[in-house]
T-cell receptor, first 110, second 114 residues
Framework: SQQGEEDPQALSIQEGENATMNCSYK?????LQWYRQNSGRGLVHLIL?????REKHSGRLRVTLDTSKKSSSLLITASRAADTASYFC??????????FGAGTQVVVTP | ETGVTQTPRHLVMGMTNKKSLKCEQH?????MYWYKQSAKKPLELMFV???????ENNSVPSRFSPECPNSSHLFLHLHTLQPEDSALYLC?????????????FGPGTRLLVL
């Protein structure tokens, strides 16, 4: 399967701390996308990183991609209570569609 | 907020009922998707429509029947469901079906099958 596998499954941190989650996948990709899902809601696109990119930033988010290790990481800096959500990675192979994993559940406590 | 709406937001149905889920996108997109999200499992892509034609059907049981009357509307018709079909059903849309498209999701319909 090409779906992403996020690690850890759950993460609990305090406000102001950084949160890091990882994603691994199995085959070659064209790009990899990260999404966030607040409880009981739909997913919201956060960032897309192409296979020829190594790092990308968007506000307090930093995404890295290591195609040799078939892995990506999402770092949220200076976390806030509003960052409490599930985060999903979705590797996109050149032939197919987004392949979501089961997500990392992040809880940020005040 | 995302331009994709879903109704109803919650649905309880018996195994012999027939119901339909509705999705509408206001983004002018050409592709629409149905996903199933069960607790602690990866999202499962069920169907993909591009310009109102079904382009992907991922081995979904026939008790789920999609319909796309135009590029703005997508339905999922449900009949004789099983309790294991209880899940959050998410609709999404994208401009096209290219591999660098991002998808815009609706809030989902929480379905409980008794």
């Amino acid at each position: 399967s090409q779906q992403g596998e996020e690690d850890p499954q759950a993460l609990s941190i305090q406000e102001g701390e950084n949160a890091t989650m990882n994603c691994s996948y199995k085959t070659s990709i064209n790009n990899l996308q990260w999404y966030r899902q607040n409880s009981g809601r739909g997913l919201v696109h956060l960032i897309l990183i192409r296979s020829n990119e190594r790092e990308k930033h968007s506000g307090r988010l930093r995404v890295t991609l290591d195609t040799s290790k078939k892995s990506s990481s999402l770092l949220i800096t200076a976390s806030r209570a509003a960052d409490t959500a599930s985060y999903f990675c979705a590797p996109v192979p050149s032939w197919g569609k987004l392949q979501f994993g089961a997500g990392t559940q992040v809880v940020v406590t005040p | 907020e995302t331009g994709v709406t879903q109704t109803p937001r919650h649905l309880v149905m018996g195994m012999t009922n027939k119901k339909s889920l509705k999705c509408e996108q206001h983004l002018g997109h050409n592709a629409m998707y149905w996903y199933k999200q069960s607790a602690k499992k990866p999202l499962e892509l069920m169907f993909v429509y591009s310009l109102e034609e079904r382009v992907e059907n991922n081995s979904v049981p026939s008790r789920f029947s999609p319909e796309c009357p135009n590029s703005s509307h997508l339905f999922l018709h449900l009949h004789t469901l099983q309790p294991e079909d209880s899940a959050l059903y998410l609709c999404a849309s994208s401009q096209g079906t290219g591999i660098q498209e991002t998808q815009y999701f609706g809030p989902g319909t929480r379905l409980l099958v008794l």
